[in-house]
Every structure is written in C-alpha cells, then in structure tokens.
C-alpha cells in the first residue's frame, strides 16, 4: 500500500478502512511512506491497530521508507521497536 500527502485526524479513518480491508485477504501489509509529509497520533493509532489485527491472523505489518518527518514521529514513540521499519520499500517487500 502506498500512501501520500498527509496522515492526521482527516485522514486517518481511510487509512484505518484501507488497511482493514488489506488484513483479512493478505496476512503480511508493506505501507509505503515515501510520499507521506506529516502524521500525526490519528496514523500511530491506526498502525497500531492494524498491527495488532495482522499480528492476531498470523501476519505483520511492514512501514517502509518513512520520510524524516514521519521516522521522527514513529521514534519519538517507539512505535519503531514495534512494528518493523525498514528504510526502503525494495527492503521492506524482502522476505
């Protein structure tokens, strides 16, 4: 899944319906964060949650290419140590 522009209050119940229909059909989620400019704690809350549904199902869930902004905000909270990050989206598609 590739996103871009911004993840906050706004958008984060698309990104939440997004990654719930991803969920149940496919057990491992990549979210592309290349494009993304800013996220607030609306898109830590939803990758929380979809971590945890993925994680329940036997699957994960990968972020991959974080811009500088968004690393920032995923290490200021750890959610870094949580959900696996990987600097880019050729990496974070490795098995």
Known sequence: MTLAGEIDFHTGDRLQEALAVAGPTTAR???????VTFMDSSG??????AHHALSASGGWLRLAAPTEHVLRTLQLVGLDTVIDCRPTLSQALAA
């Open 44 to 49: 830590i809350n939803v990758f929380i949650a």
């Open 29 to 35: 989620t990549v979210v592309d964060l290349d494009r």
